[in-house]
């Protein structure tokens, strides 16, 4: 929706905030922009993360990858088999070997992981010509595994937020399969301590007959962590009178592999704001550069635009005159929210020049952004906006602010 | 005049506001009048460059922003690919020019609007045709494309002769590119502000590759995996459900059949690993990310050809992956840039007496700074011209190919010596200067 007026906007958000139906509103004048997303709760599963580092759990190998990886003794092999080795095999052997000399403890401390390093980087040169050493590939990865992949990760803390949530915790026959499926998963957490694997390896130095190897090994061991969680989900269906194809196992499967993105939004309803933000805005406001300004000159120009049935700025000879009246309204607005700062009057100038303006480019930035904001609510896929984005393409600089 | 009728008409009254009245963000020279409107509607000429995802956005954002005189070119005809994304083609319009199909639906959907379609490699155009512009918008998905134009504009640049930059001289480029959820919008004035080649270390390297090479003409062990995940899987649907990256059967599908068409165009490198990389590594252009960096850059051609706003200064990052985020920052001019500054390009040779000449080409296509891709090499010893390498002219690459193989100092190449590069990444040539950190004595012992 662009530029609604307030009286209409308000009832509007209260009905779809009660309906749990998400509301886009976005606003573009001159060279500002404004989206807001109102969403009552929302869930994601897949949310795509950048760089995320790889799960071995060589600490807790299950007894196929135990069996396999202790296959391979690293130390046995001739040349030209170790420059083929899997990463995953040598950090294995040594991450034993360092165990062996440590009472059974893997490396917790950064010196500690520095030291299974060095008994990597120490058997891996190779002898090349000139007496110049160099350090294969493979075991050069298996240094980087050992930084932060050896090891199970804790569980993430937006992920242990919603295994605590109360709708994970108190099922009713209401509950959606998404918080079925966490209260599963909630289960397994407890009982094992980690989060289902991945089941997908990183490509890696290796030859493909052993990486595949690896690969399915992993592979299958999701799968049965998934299939475990699948029948906790039935038996959970089960308990509550639901009926049994409530779930089916490839959403599981889903579920399963993206365990450790999952991430819960609990929005706030846009008509609220127009009481007060939730968000104390004292900070934001103390800083003159902040962009939050422009937000409270939105605030400001809608209520213009509602007393006055224009736009400030929208007659050539009003500009002037605009000015002053948009800087009463805002500051009685900032007042009447119980804030005493004064805002740079050329911002208040620079939004009354535009006299309500609509520049083509700037609707169609924001134009892309709704869209990609909508397919993600309609897809559970990536995180969408928590809840408030400015961008203010006068500096080409943008922000968001959770209201 | 008609035009000036047109600028005062109603359908301008948005963009008349900004043009109009002063405002406390203008550029320093911005005089608010009419006169903008009318140079917008009448004189002012744009380039884009690209009619691909980017451009269809950038041409309808131009046009609608009241730009007349727009010029595009692309040398690519429309794939059946495209059309979910590149909304100026249709169906019917499937093998015809983008350029010319993309002007022609401007010029009928906007009254007025005199789009110029060029449907040739931009390295067919002259620097007379460059000139004309007062501002080019490029919406490429190719590195060297825009090194290419770059470097174009930075050879228009004119100084007098206190090597003072003449102002007038200068043409703005606002560059956009994409890739996925991410992008990236920056505006380059040559000469004053960094260059494309002065932070050429922030491109990763390329991984798409167009369908048609695909189809006709695969040349990399890549483009036999692209063909299989694209086209043969769904043609054979070998395990009825789609591609997936992580399932090791269906790499080794893809990795068989795109061994054999390998085979066919005799092509070596098909392995396993190259397929998981190829299948997993797809970055999908992505429809509103197009939107939001042409939108950028649509808003930037505006303020510079207005001065209405002060332009971006200089770089902005988009990505919506998480919420949407932007940042903007200064990008810095290198004051050793291989382009936009007019030195020659010291590189250190450690021991010429064992580096090649192939050695040094390859340094020239592997270090970040010059990142080239076929490098021609001359040079001048004692006043007389000698070609050291020119890969691109068959007879002369079958002439000059010895030398390859021989040293620097066989070669006759002494330290400090000049030479000049010729390369496809840049439209001027490239004065490197060797530096040997051994010296002559020591060499000769
Ligand atoms: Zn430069």
Known sequence: MRNVLERVLIPLSKHLWECEVPLLVCQSIGFLGYIRLQIKEHTVIEAHPDNESPDLRLDQPWPALNDYLNSIDIEQLDQKEKSHVPPVAILHYYLNKYKDSHDGNVPQKRSEREQLQQMIKDSGHSEEGNNRFILEENFEQAIHYANTCATTKPIPDHVQTILDDDCCVKLTQNSSSFWIMCSALREMVQAEGALPLKGTLPDMAADTQSYITLQNIYQKQAQNQAESIYRRALEIIRNLGLPQDSITESEVKYFCKHSSELHLIRGSCLADEYQKTSLDLTSYLEDPDSLIFYYVILRGLERFLSEFNAYPGQLDDQVEPDILKLKGIINKLLNEWGYSHVLRDERVHEVCRYGGAELHSVSSILGGCAAQEVIKVITHQYKPLVNTFIYDLINSTSATFCL | ?445
């Open chain 2, 1 to 445: 005049m008609e035009e000036c009728k047109e600028s005062s008409q109603k359908k301008w009254t948005h963009l008349r506001k900004v043009l109009e009245r002063p405002g406390p963000f203008s550029h320093p020279e911005f005089e608010p009048s009419p006169d903008i409107l009318d140079f917008i509607l009448s004189t002012c000429k744009i380039l884009i460059v690209g009619a691909g995802g980017l451009g269809c956005e950038l041409l309808k954002d131009l046009a609608m922003m009241g730009f007349k005189h727009i010029h595009i070119i692309d040398m690519d005809t429309i794939d059946l690919s495209n059309l979910n994304r590149q909304f100026l083609f249709r169906l019917k319009d499937v093998g015809f020019s983008k350029a010319e199909v993309a002007a022609d639906f401007v010029n009928k959907r906007i009254q007025g609007c005199q789009v110029v379609p060029h449907c040739c490699m931009i390295q067919e155009k002259n620097p007379q045709f460059y000139r004309q512009f007062h501002v080019i918008a490029c919406g490429l998905d190719s590195i060297s494309a825009r090194r290419w134009i770059n470097g174009m504009l930075v050879s228009l640049l004119e100084y007098d002769e206190n090597d003072v930059l003449d102002q007038s001289s200068i043409i703005p480029l606002v560059d956009g590119g994409t890739e996925g959820f991410k992008g990236n919008a920056r505006v380059i004035l040559p000469g004053m502000t960094a260059c494309v080649e002065c932070t050429l270390d922030l491109y990763p390297p390329q991984v798409t590759y167009p369908l048609c090479t695909i189809a006709n003409t695969p040349r990399l062990p890549e483009h036999c995996v692209e063909y299989v995940k694209m086209v043969q899987w769904s043609k054979e649907n070998p395990f009825g459900v789609p591609l997936d990256g992580d399932d090791a059967q269906h790499l080794t599908w893809v990795h068989e059949k795109a061994s054999e068409r390998a085979n066919q165009f005799n092509i070596q490198g098909v392995t396993f690993r190259l397929v998981q990389g190829v299948v997993k590594n797809i970055i999908p252009a992505v429809a509103s990310t197009n939107a939001v960096i042409a939108g950028v850059c649509a808003t930037e051609v505006f303020k510079l050809a207005t001065s209405c706003c002060t332009p971006l200064n200089n770089f902005m990052v988009f990505n919506d992956i998480d919420g949407i985020y932007t940042y903007t920052y200064e990008a810095e001019k290198k004051e050793n840039c291989t382009v936009c500054s007019n030195i020659p390009h010291p590189v250190t040779i450690e021991d010429p007496s064992k580096m090649k000449l192939k050695d040094l080409i390859q340094f020239l296509c592997e270090n970040p700074k010059f990142q080239m891709k076929n490098p021609g090499l001359t040079t001048n010893i004692d006043g007389k011209s000698k070609t050291l390498y020119i890969p691109t002219i068959d007879v002369i690459e079958a002439r000059t190919r010895p030398n390859l193989s021989k040293t620097l100092l066989e070669l006759g190449l002494s330290d400090g010596q000049q030479i000049i590069v010729a390369d496809t990444t840049t439209p001027t040539s490239v004065i490197l200067k060797l530096v040997y950190s051994i010296s002559d004595i020591e060499m000769k012992t």
